[in-house]
């Protein structure tokens, strides 16, 4: 593209992101003064239109931005600035907590309230977390509840049903028994180890599966709808919050998203139907060597330049909140 080319679909991105109109050169010329005709106008949009940023829609004579021209208006024309107008965040977001949970619950609301998009939060899976110490609490000699609390104040819990007999006494005993080795191993004793020790003594429900225990959190689903071209696959989609889950769940699994850095995805690589149409903004960060997300979804007529200013300053505010953690945490 040359300067004139670039100017003009910067002004037509700009025009439908905050009318939701297509717009002709005459308008362009009229309203937006860049100092062409509208016949130059009108050849630069033929030309972009051609190389597949711009299409025109059935209903007017204008254009509108293709999904290329989104992509184009994100990496190559819009100002990279840094935006210091989200001072008062810092009050929403409990910087001494070391629950990742009250953090990221904070965080989902507000990137929900100020973007005015859904927003969302994937915390780390707790497999490799470290245990701080555990419960069993006897249902019956056959069968025990188990409970466990990570580092991160996280809480895990699930069924067993015992191989041989076994009465509240020992039951009590082997918490006691554990809780020992937990401490006596400076609480290095990871979910998958209490995993493995339970499976030998009986047979686990799916209260500690790998693949689910990532904690998925999402702010102001309703406005999903509002921008679904299909209604009803968005309404099916979203019913069963795992399928949600699932794809922020592949994101954070893909190394090619280094973090603390905002990503845009638009839901047309999905492969999903429900996501055609809709954009997806977000951050992955790290907790002890485990990934999670952070992100906002919108329609791709969205305004990105304030949305990504929006999660880059919150990504850096969730970066300082895990540090200061971290530090809480080795120094509790």
């Known amino acids: 593209m040359n300067e004139r080319e670039k100017q003009i679909l910067n002004t037509i991105i700009n025009h439908y992101i905050k009318t939701g109109e297509s717009v002709g050169s005459r308008t362009i010329e009229k309203k937006y003064d860049i100092g062409v005709s509208s016949a130059t106008i009108r050849n630069a949009m033929a030309d972009l239109e051609d190389k597949g940023l711009i299409y025109k829609m059935h209903t007017s004579s204008g254009r509108v931005p293709t999904e290329k021209g989104y992509r184009t208006y994100i990496d190559e024309l819009m100002d990279d600035e840094k935006d210091d107008g989200y001072n008062d965040i810092n009050s929403y977001i409990k910087l001494k907590s070391k629950q990742i949970g009250l953090i990221l619950e904070n965080i989902t609301e507000l990137l929900s309230k100020i973007s005015k998009h859904t927003a969302v939060s994937l915390e780390p899976s707790v497999e490799k977390h470290k245990i701080k110490k555990i419960d069993m609490i006897h249902v019956n000699d056959r069968r025990a509840y188990v409970v466990a609390v990570t580092d991160l104040d996280i809480v895990k819990a ?43 003594v009986g047979e686990l429900d799916t209260g500690f599966s790998d693949r689910n225990d990532s904690k998925f959190r999402i702010s102001n689903e309703p406005n999903l709808l509002l921008h679904s071209d299909n209604l009803i696959e968005t309404i099916n989609f979203i019913e069963d919050k795992q399928n949600l889950k699932n794809i922020f769940k592949n994101i954070v699994d893909d190394e090619k998203y280094d973090p603390y850095e905002v990503n845009i995805l638009f839901g047309s690589k999905l492969g999903i139907e429900a996501f055609k149409n809709m954009v997806i903004i977000f951050s992955i960060y790290e907790y002890e060597g485990e990934r999670g997300l952070i992100g906002i979804i919108g329609p791709q007529r969205m305004e990105y330049k304030e949305n990504i200013k929006l999660l880059n300053y919150v990504t850096d505010i969730l970066k300082q909140a895990i540090n200061s953690a971290v530090i809480l945490k080795l120094t509790s």
Do not use: C, G, M, W
């Open 158 to 200: 699930a069924n067993i049903n015992l191989y041989n007999i076994t009465s509240e006494k020992v039951l009590k005993e082997a918490t006691r028994y554990v809780n020992n080795l937990i401490v006596s191993n400076n609480y290095s004793y990871t979910l998958q180890d209490l995993k493995n020790f339970l499976e030998k």
